[in-house]
């Protein structure tokens, strides 16, 4: 179980731009990945979220073109990307693959300041791809991160992430919310970020590191959101908002109602709708109690939410799977764990365990020891820290 990020990934990545690209590369940037302790699919029904950045990410080696042509590479992906700008549109091409999101963000940035420079990048990550450590929102952000650097337009750090959800939401098409990429360019050391997505607001909550462990468990099951019902949900929820603002009270997001509200609202939602709406409404109280925990550092109540937030985005949201529920289930059998749940979107990917310091190797075992019998898949397990925030290496 590799503790430590990869610390010679920079170089790696300076060293595949020279070959590729000529010269040195004029800047390297990180953007964290991050976990989310509570608050699943809440941040696209205006509710709040708890995310973690972790001491793991994406990092960029970038020079600017003045022929406006896009060249990108990737330490972990063959596709090469060799376009010219004049052929970016207001959406993504599929064609390009893991590029539209890079693309994106400079399509967003040539639309905002009129810029035409074209970009050459290298990227490489040490965090697991499409596995629900949002991978996607840190290439956007550490994209966005470099553009803004040498474009000298000194954006605030709450527009670099708007930028950075815009081109997932807008160009690549994934209807997320802004929790993963405020959440990577807002990252603060020792905290974790309790994000009031309807504001949008934030506020700083201290994590300590040395009472509880972060245990990453991954499934090794990809994930493909535009491919699963993601979307779906989306629309589900907003179904039910509409139906709770015709029947009951006209409130501005489905996160603001309540289990009186849903009761009122019985028999105007197909039972569907109702777990859907159920399933945020609940997940609001979790989130609230999980930050009054960490107030005083009480990872024990802290991870009863996970449970529960488990539990309810599995029977609830119904944006588990088996995978997930096994890894989950078996973690909690295991001497030394708080709660453990699904983080990401769902679908696969990776789950998560608190773990009290000292314990994570030991539960790491016994959880693939089961994993390995039920599935005969090896699952991957790592412990993360509490990351920084994004910049300039």
């Known amino acids: ?14 060293e595949r731009f020279r070959r590729e690209f000529g010269g040195n590369a004029s800047r390297c940037f990180f953007a964290p990945g991050r976990i989310n302790l509570v608050g699943a699919h809440l941040d696209y029904n205006g ?9 793991r990410g994406l990092y960029v080696a970038v020079r600017l073109r003045n022929d406006g042509r896009i060249r990108l590479r990737s330490l972990a992906v063959d596709r090469q990307i060799d376009i010219d700008g004049t052929d970016v549109g207001q959406r993504a091409n599929h064609e390009w693959g893991w590029g539209n999101y890079p693309i994106g963000v400079w399509q967003g940035m040539r639309t905002r300041i009129g810029r035409e420079d074209g970009f050459e990048m290298v990227v490489g990550a040490d965090l697991p791809m499409a596995s629900g450590l949002s991978s996607s929102a840190a290439i956007e952000v550490a994209t966005a991160i470099a553009l803004d650097a040498l474009y000298g337009t ?58 509880c462990e972060v245990l990453v468990m991954d499934t ?41 509200d849903l009761k009122a609202a ?46 309810s985005t599995s029977v609830d949201y119904e944006v588990s799977c088996d995978e997930l529920d096994v890894i989950t289930d078996a973690a909690r059998a295991c001497d030394g764990v708080f709660g453990a749940r699904l983080t990401g979107a769902g679908f696969g990917g990776c789950a998560i365990a608190l773990c009290r ?37």
Request: charged share 25%; glycine share 10%; proline share 4%.
């Open 1 to 14: 179980m590799n503790r430590t990020a990869s610390h010679g990934l920079p170089d790696a990545i300076r």
């Open 47 to 55: 509710g709040d979220v708890l995310p973690m950045a972790v001491d």
């Open 154 to 211: 000194k954006l605030e750090r709450q527009q670099i992430a708007l930028l950075a959800h815009r081109a997932e939401n807008g160009f690549v098409g994934l209807r997320c919310g802004i929790m993963d990429q405020f959440a990577s360019a807002l990252a603060k050391p020792g905290h974790v970020l309790w994000l009031h997505c309807a504001g949008p607001r934030f506020e700083h909550v201290p994590f300590d590191p040395s009472a």
């Open 220 to 260: 090794k099951k990809p994930r493909h959101l535009s491919r699963t019902g993601f979307n779906d949900r989306v629309a589900q929820c907003a179904t039910a908002h509409e139906t709770l603002r015709a029947h009951v009270r006209d409130l501005p997001h489905l996160a603001d109602y309540n289990l009186a």
């Open 266 to 311: 019985h028999g105007a939602m197909d039972e569907v709708l109702m777990r859907r709406a159920r399933h945020v409404v609940t997940e609001m109280g979790r989130i609230a109690t999980g930050v009054a925990a960490l107030r005083v550092g009480d990872y024990q109540t802290l991870g009863r939410q996970l449970d529960a937030s488990h539990r």
């Open 357 to 393: 310091p000292l314990f994570a190797t030991a539960v790491a075992e016994q959880v693939g020891k089961v994993f390995r019998e039920r599935f005969r898949v090896e699952a991957g397990f790592d412990v993360l820290r509490v990351g920084g925030g994004a910049g300039e290496i």
